[in-house]
């Protein structure tokens, strides 16, 4: 099955692993392997099912893997990562090969390591583990000003402000340190801050199924900043209300008034 229109995989739960290149047990009708552009599948178990239902269970999975980070390809190597870079540093007018540029091209895959790192999360995963001994707390928990850094998808320059978030917990709560956690996992890819804010409230509204939920994001955008218009005292605000936050004026005007949003 060519699967170069999918989307590279990085769901995970305790009885999946689907991460490129490896290979991994799934329904138990057989294993299935994503090497390049390729989902290579090997039916070993097809017990009474009928093709039709191999198929559709096929098809499910690679759904599945299709629900994060980018068409899946063959990533390349940090040597051709580097070549790349010294490539733009010859383009911009430089010679990589002067002393203070020779390393560059591996610092700046490093650097892209760190800066890229959300690729490598699953945000489902991250908020899977709730308490539910709350002593019935169903009052809004808030977390205010919340680092956050990405990277603009049209110019890989930084986006770089604040995320706030809020949450009016259904019978089960989630370590707050995790709503910071998801805020890196969708921030530290390449991203629109109108796609990021929405992530960031669907992810939470999916897993923790509050009563509702609202995330606000204050950031600078660094290609509005330093490039093109140059407007360096700009700040984009986008919000995403979901359930009560929206349904209810009282509830999203508390939690505006708490992060001090007009």
Same mark, same amino acid.
């Given at each position: 099955i060519?699967?170069?229109?999918?989307?590279?995989p990085?769901?995970?739960?305790?009885?999946? *692993?689907?991460?490129l290149?490896?290979t991994y047990?799934?329904?138990?009708?057989?294993? @299935?392997?994503i090497?390049?552009n390729n989902?290579?599948i090997s039916? =070993?178990?097809v017990?009474?099912q009928?093709?039709e239902s =191999? $198929?559709?269970?096929? +098809?499910l999975?690679?759904?599945? @893997? *299709?629900?994060?980070?980018g068409?899946i390809?063959s990533?390349?190597?940090?040597?051709?990562?580097?070549k790349?870079?010294?490539?733009?540093?010859? +383009?911009?007018?430089?010679n990589?090969?002067r002393?203070?540029?020779v390393?560059t091209p591996?610092r700046v895959?490093? &650097?892209?390591? %760190?800066?890229f790192?959300?690729?490598?999360?699953?945000p489902?995963e @991250?908020?899977r583990k709730?308490f539910?001994e709350?002593?019935?707390?169903d009052?809004?928990?808030?977390?205010?000003n @919340?680092?956050?850094?990405s990277h603009? %998808?049209?110019h890989?320059?930084? $986006?770089?402000?604040? &995320?706030? $978030?809020?949450?009016?917990?259904?019978?089960?709560v989630v370590? =707050?340190?995790?709503?910071a956690r998801?805020?890196? &996992?969708f921030g530290k890819?390449?991203?629109?801050?109108?796609?990021?804010?929405?992530?960031?409230?669907?992810?939470?509204?999916?897993?923790?199924?509050?009563?509702?939920? &609202?995330?606000?994001?204050?950031?600078?955008?660094?290609?509005?900043?330093t490039?093109?218009?140059?407007k360096?005292?700009?700040?984009t605000?986008?919000?995403c209300?979901r359930?009560?936050f929206? %349904?209810n004026?009282?509830t999203?005007?508390?939690?505006l008034?708490?992060i001090?949003?007009p």
């Open positions: 060519t699967a170069s229109s999918l989307n590279r990085t769901y995970s739960e305790e009885t999946d *692993s689907l991460l290149g490896k047990t799934e329904n138990n009708f057989g294993l @299935i392997s090497n390049n989902v290579e039916v =070993i178990n017990n009474n009928t093709l =191999i $198929i559709l269970e096929v +098809w999975v690679i759904l599945r @893997i *299709s629900r994060y980070n068409p390809m990533k390349p190597t940090r040597e051709e990562a580097q790349a870079v010294r490539t733009l540093i010859e +383009w911009a007018g430089d990589p090969d002393e203070g540029l390393e591996k895959v490093k &650097a892209y390591e %760190e800066f790192a959300g690729y490598d999360d699953d489902e @991250i908020l709730t539910e709350v002593e019935g707390y009052e809004m928990v808030l977390v205010k @919340i680092r956050l850094e603009c %998808e049209h890989i320059v930084p $986006i770089l402000g604040k &995320a706030h $978030i809020a949450y009016i917990p259904h019978n089960r370590g =707050i340190s995790k709503l998801i805020v890196d &996992a890819r390449l991203q629109t801050q109108e796609t990021m804010t929405a992530q960031i409230a669907n992810t939470i509204e999916k897993v923790l199924e509050p009563k509702g939920v &609202a995330v606000v994001v204050d950031a600078a955008h660094q290609c509005m900043t490039r093109g218009i140059h360096p005292e700009s700040s605000v986008t919000s209300m359930g009560i929206k %349904e004026p009282r999203r005007n508390e939690f008034t708490f001090k949003l």
